[in-house]
């Protein structure tokens, strides 16, 4: 197992813009040979919102083979941070060196390497930013970076998601730092990849009461890349608990390890579902089903009130939107943006939003982890949000994110999900039209 | 005063989060302004499988002006994937043509045969609203459709303005496509759709359970997982 196989679908995405004349193993030297460093106080690492912020960017680096090096204190973890294990912060975040993929090491930083970036969490100090650096910064709900010297204020947050949402803004100005090193197919094409000086994220801010946040009922369709992200961004939700089932017939592949946030290396060959099931435990009680999501499944056992969709199969949302009678959330990707939308019972389905289905074959879907977290970070919003009866409003059913550039004004598009006479699920908002 | 509507104006055409100006004229088709977008952003990868969609999520018809389909001028469209276009669109069955392919491939099978049938409709639609049965040699084991027959059914339809919309034929047992079926097609274009009936078409009058396939710009079949995703009943 090499970082050659590990990060094809990363190499697979950066073809879209990368030169024909390049080869796939120097996309891939060029990922492993960037230094970011990751740079913290101990006042920034003292709440679950900055440990989050840290250990969410060094697992998005990491799963783009890049090699990070770390300025922080030791100081101990506030709360779990899977797939980081340990009690010490910097000593879990040193034993993931190797862990994600083959190469990409998680070092103390010794001042020997100059770093190529420098991502830096609130208002920590930092001797040296001779590289291009950023601040990460945030509140509850909403992440921010910035290349500018204003003031940032330090994390201090128990609610995670907006510390989340700083981490994928880092990582994805780590991976438009790769696209500016390769030569392009087309030279006006570096308009994707040019740095955001400052950028920001905000998934809107809602009040949630103090104390345990029992969301219920869930099953989880697919335990691949986009429903890990969901799992991981909520088993960070201080005194969240669940239960459900997870179904997926598939084992983890060397090539999952790029954007698979609960996987690691040891994790190649063993079956998805077992492996989401038992890396929630005890927080979150799912049984494993082993198996693809079937009707006859649900004829034994209804679905649950919320269903969780990151199947990429289309045919199989319908499927699951046939059986769901209560709320389905669906996340994917395509490229280099993704497509997040909630369905419930009378609102136009999941059939509406992807009507028929893509013919492209079984062929290797480019992904990479950043945007793949995207997809998940949004249906852990969203099925937050329905689970304490503050879902968007109807104006906000889909979500299309690209985040290249967070800069721009139109990085995201929220929409509503449109009815259509041939819907495949046949959907009730459908007939009406039809009729 | 007469107020003035402009015929060409800018609207503002997002892709992966960079938005830029194309310039359109009202007349102009909406196809015309996906490939001037399509270029702008020099895309080459897949790019037939993009479309132009509106704030409210909606998708902007391709078929209609700009006047038509309502675009005015600074409005601000979203160039993405579009899942329909992968698909080519769905077949939209007409009243009773199921009902008439089942009793023709019975009749001529007498459930010992293989027989085909196709499926026809106006050239500009995706309507199938007839079903014609060809001139053809049969066995247990395959067909084989008169060449005359066949030259004669291109003259029609080019004189009729209809076309052929998918191949529905039988096999003996199971449901598959051969690796005959997989190389002659009647129609050898990307997105055509082939339906193959198991038991020489003598079980329910249903699409279930038998093989549809749709062919791919490469020239293989991709097996589609349910008659669904090929075919709506108007």
Redesign the interface.
Same mark, same amino acid.
């Given at each position: 197992m090499n970082a050659l196989e590990q990060l094809g679908r990363t190499i697979l995405l950066c073809r879209d813009y990368s030169s024909d004349t390049v080869s796939d193993a120097q996309i891939c030297q060029r990922f492993q040979s960037v230094r970011v460093l990751c740079a913290a106080d101990k006042l920034n690492l003292s709440s679950r919102s900055g440990q989050t912020c840290l250990t969410t960017m060094v697992a998005l680096l990491s799963r783009m083979g890049m090699q990070v090096s770390l300025a922080i204190p030791e100081t101990s973890m506030i709360q779990q941070q899977l797939p980081f294990v340990g009690p010490l912060l910097r000593s879990s975040l040193l034993a993931s060196s190797n862990r994600f993929i083959a190469g990409a090491t998680v070092q103390q930083d010794d001042s020997r390497h100059k770093p190529d970036l420098i991502f830096v969490l609130g208002d920590s100090g930092i001797e040296d930013s001779s590289s291009p650096t950023w601040r990460l910064s945030g509140q509850e709900w909403c992440g921010r970076i910035t290349q500018e010297t204003t003031h940032a204020p330090s994390w201090a947050s128990d609610w995670p998601i907006g510390a989340m949402v700083s981490a994928a803004l880092a990582a994805g100005e780590a991976f438009k730092y790769v696209m500016r090193c390769l030569p392009l197919r087309n030279h006006e094409d570096h308009i994707f990849f040019e740095p955001s000086v400052a950028s920001n994220w905000d998934f809107g801010s809602i009040g949630i009461r103090e104390g345990e946040l029992d969301l219920g009922e869930v099953d989880i369709v697919s335990a691949g890349a986009i429903t890990q992200a969901t799992l991981y961004a909520l088993l960070r939700v201080p005194a969240l608990r669940m239960r459900g089932r997870v179904f997926d017939d598939d084992v983890t592949a060397a090539t999952n390890l790029n954007r698979n946030m609960l996987s690691v290396v040891s994790d190649v060959g063993s079956k998805k579902a077992l492996l989401v099931a038992s890396r929630c435990s005890p927080n979150f009680k799912f049984t494993p089903m082993h198996q693809r999501f079937s009707i006859e499944e649900s004829r034994v056992q209804e679905l649950a009130p919320y269903v969780l969709v990151g199947v990429d199969d289309i045919p199989s949302r319908w499927q699951v939107q046939r059986c769901a009678s209560g709320v389905l959330i669906v996340s994917g990707t395509s490229h280099f943006s993704i497509s997040s939308s909630c369905h419930v019972p009378g609102a136009p389905c999941s059939g509406c939003q992807h009507p028929v289905d893509d013919l492209g074959g079984p062929t290797a879907i480019p992904t990479i982890s950043f945007i793949s977290f995207w997809a998940g970070l949004a249906m852990a919003v969203r099925f937050i949000r329905h689970a304490v009866g503050a879902p968007y409003l109807v104006g906000r059913q889909h979500l299309w994110l690209t985040p290249l550039r967070m800069d721009q004004p139109h990085a995201a598009l929220w929409s509503p999900v449109v009815p259509i006479p041939n819907c495949p699920v046949g959907c009730l908002s459908s007939r009406r039209i039809s009729t | 005063m007469e107020s003035v509507v402009e015929r060409k104006f800018a609207v503002?055409i997002?892709y992966?989060?960079?938005?830029k100006k194309v310039e359109v004229d009202g007349e102009e088709q909406v196809a015309a302004v996906l490939q001037k977008a399509i270029a702008e952003f020099?895309i080459?990868?897949n790019s037939h499988l993009l479309s132009l969609?509106?704030?409210? !999520?909606?998708?902007v018809p391709e078929n209609e002006s700009v006047e038509r389909a309502g675009i005015k001028p600074r409005e601000?469209l979203?160039l993405?994937?579009n899942?329909?276009k992968?698909?080519n !669109?769905?077949l939209?069955l007409a009243s009773g043509v199921l009902q008439e392919t089942f009793r023709m491939l019975r009749v001529c099978g007498r459930g010992e045969c293989e027989c085909a049938v196709y499926w026809m409709g106006p050239s500009d639609s995706d309507l199938v609203n007839g079903v014609d049965h060809p001139l053809h040699q049969r066995s247990a084991f395959g067909y084989e459709v008169n060449d005359r027959w066949l030259t004669d059914l291109w003259n029609r339809l080019a004189s009729s303005r209809r076309s052929i919309k998918a191949q529905v034929h039988t096999h003996p047992g199971e449901a598959f496509h051969s690796a005959t079926d997989d190389t002659w097609p009647i129609v050898a274009q990307e997105g055509f759709i082939s339906i193959v009936i198991p038991d020489f078409a003598t079980g329910q009058v249903s699409l279930k359970n038998t093989w549809i396939g749709?062919l791919?710009e490469d020239g293989?079949w991709?097996r589609?997982?349910?008659p669904?995703?090929a075919i709506?009943r108007v």
């Open positions: - | 503002e997002i992966n989060g960079i938005t020099h080459t990868q969609y509106r704030q409210d !999520g909606s998708l601000v979203l993405r994937p899942a329909v992968g698909g !669109g769905l939209k749709r791919r293989r991709h589609l997982g349910s669904e995703q709506c």
